[in-house]
């Protein structure tokens, strides 16, 4: 498995594999134990997703020493601010059966749109974050849908974000955040790299794949790679499992990278981070 850097000098595995809507019951747990023994070696999940007891369960029974795994997870919106952050951290280990993360994220930015003191509280939710990275509970720390106004006020404190995990894929490349990540040494992460399956019917992208010998969801994890955004397909089938690692034995033309950047939003979720109701 190719690696990422991060800023704090940690490597991170250059795929992960993504949890959201996987359903906490065995199903998750052999979909943990089919991505490891695929060569998985980072796994995303978060408290909000209600799976982390199977994650836990799957990291326990994957056969790999838990020093060679990279997991993430993220404090929930209902538990911002500086105490909840820091008791939703030790519900998240509890669940996860783990005595440390190595990546944690503030799962959505407070917005004006719902608060007043909106960058107080993801302040207050930041100090959380870095006194349990400094205190070696968390191995790096960072955000997930922040725009570059929600990350202002986060970059001018002592420990700035090593990751922002944002909505990226074919039709929504989120240049401002990516340029605003990029310029303070934030590694970019991709959710809905196939756009939780919607991705997959589009005629260009499956033509340019015919090209490549690859399916469609294998030209968007690998154009995120090529992007620089790290890719984190969700799947709980074994043979797409499989599937969405093999991309490291292909490149992607520059024409045909320009090609799919060009295409238009056909596949976005839509949640808009300064809009969503929760
Ligand atoms: N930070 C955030 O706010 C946020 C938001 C959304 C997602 N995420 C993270 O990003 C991860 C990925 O996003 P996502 O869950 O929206 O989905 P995704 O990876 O874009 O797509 C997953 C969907 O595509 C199907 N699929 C996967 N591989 C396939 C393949 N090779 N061929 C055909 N179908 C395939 C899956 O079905 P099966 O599982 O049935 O095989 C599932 O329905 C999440 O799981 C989560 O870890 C984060």
């Known amino acids: 498995m190719q690696t990422m850097n991060l800023s704090n000098g940690n490597t991170i595995p ?6 959201w809507q996987a359903p906490d019951s065995e199903i998750t747990v052999a ?3 089919a991505a490891v023994s695929c060569g998985y070696r980072h796994i995303d999940t978060a408290a909000v997703y209600g799976n982390e007891v199977s994650v836990g369960k799957g990291i326990a029974a994957c056969g790999i020493p838990r020093e060679k795994l990279f997991i993430t997870s ?18 998240t280990l509890s669940d996860l059966g783990l005595d440390y993360l190595d990546l944690y994220l503030i799962h ?15 302040l207050a939710t930041w100090q ?13 720390i960072g955000v997930s849908n922040f725009r570059p106004h929600h990350l202002a006020a986060l970059l001018k404190t002592e420990v700035i974000p090593q990751v922002n995990q944002i909505e990226f894929h074919p039709g929504l490349l989120q240049p401002d955040t990516v340029r605003c990540c990029r310029e303070n040494g934030i590694l970019v992460e991709a959710w809905s790299p196939l756009g939780t399956g919607r991705m997959l019917s589009n005629p260009v992208l499956q033509e340019i794949a015919r090209h490549y010998g690859k399916s469609v969801a294998q030209l968007c994890i690998r154009w995120c790679i090529q992007h620089e955004a ?49």
């Not at 993220?74 to 519900?91: C, H, I, M, P, S």
């Open 31 to 33: 979909g943990v134990k």
């Open 230 to 278: 790290l890719p984190l397909p969700k799947s709980v089938t074994p043979a797409r499992i499989q599937e969405n690692i093999s991309v490291f034995d292909f490149e992607i033309s520059e024409s045909d990278m320009k090609s799919i950047d060009l295409l238009d939003n056909f596949g976005g979720s839509g949640l808009d981070p300064d809009r969503v109701p929760f």
């Open 14 to 19: 250059a795929v992960g594999y993504g949890t």
């Open 74 to 91: 993220k404090v929930w919106n209902a538990d911002r601010g500086y105490d909840q952050t820091l008791a939703a951290f030790e519900k």
């Open 108 to 122: 959505w930015p407070a917005t004006a749109h719902r608060f007043r003191n909106w960058e107080e509280i993801n």
């Open 128 to 140: 959380a974050m870095t006194e349990l990275y400094r205190a070696g509970r968390i191995r790096a």
